[in-house]
């Protein structure tokens, strides 16, 4: 059921939106809570059924054929914000060697791989392929890639206007040398300045206890 509905949503996103769009922002929430309320208020054959046929995980399992569609349509755009629907890893990964994103300026993206269960290899990955990227996006002022559930939440901010980037979230994580060197390359290009590098946790616990929902607790808008 899930890749027939990722398949209209690659069709809406890649044929059905007006050429002269500007400015996309979709935002795909699901209740994990409630997810689990559910399945423990029903009969566990039918409960089974239900999340076999649907999506069975309680994080929402991206696809690729969705994450390429964004890619492309990205290139006619100046804002794609994009919570829970794309995979950022699938985004850069569908970024052609020959695209230039001559006018975005503003990028959000989600990414279930920015976990602490997950490996410090598996998210400096993708925070060195963002960057790598960001070297085809002359205009680009910010970047997010970010990820939020229940009792943890990370965000990974670049901001131009600073020649910044700035790890925040529940939990530590070191950049890697690579990371360091490919947002490097983006700062020396396009901010002609030195990168800056921050961390922070001060909105964190607020961004936990309200839902993920709360994106603006994020400070991504800062």
Not at 137 to 165: H, V
């Amino acid at each position: 059921m899930q890749a027939a509905v990722d398949n209209e949503y690659h069709k809406l996103v890649t044929s059905h939106l007006p050429m002269n769009l500007k400015k996309v922002s979709v935002f795909e929430d699901f209740n994990e809570t409630l997810l689990s309320i559910f399945e423990n208020s029903v009969n566990p054959s039918i409960a089974d059924f239900l999340f076999d046929e649907m999506n069975p995980d309680r994080v929402r399992v991206t696809s690729r054929q969705v994450a390429e569609g964004f890619a492309a349509r990205s290139l006619g755009l100046e804002q794609l914000s994009v919570a829970f629907m794309v995979e950022a890893q699938y985004f850069m990964d569908a970024a052609k060697k020959n695209w230039t994103w001559h006018e975005l300026r503003s990028l959000s993206l989600t990414s279930r791989l920015m976990s602490r269960e997950s490996s410090s290899q598996v998210i400096s990955r993708l925070l060195r392929d963002a960057g790598a990227v960001a070297l085809r996006m002359p205009k680009l002022e910010t970047m997010n890639i970010w990820n939020g559930a229940q009792g943890e939440a990370c965000a990974f901010m670049y901001r131009q206007k600073d020649s910044s980037i700035t790890w925040r979230g529940t939990w530590e994580l070191r950049l890697s040398h690579d990371v360091l060197q490919s947002w490097k390359k983006v700062v020396a290009r396009f901010a002609r300045d030195e990168l800056r590098v921050r961390h922070s946790t001060a909105w964190v616990r607020d961004f936990v206890s309200r839902g993920r929902d709360s994106s603006f607790g994020f400070g991504l808008c800062d």
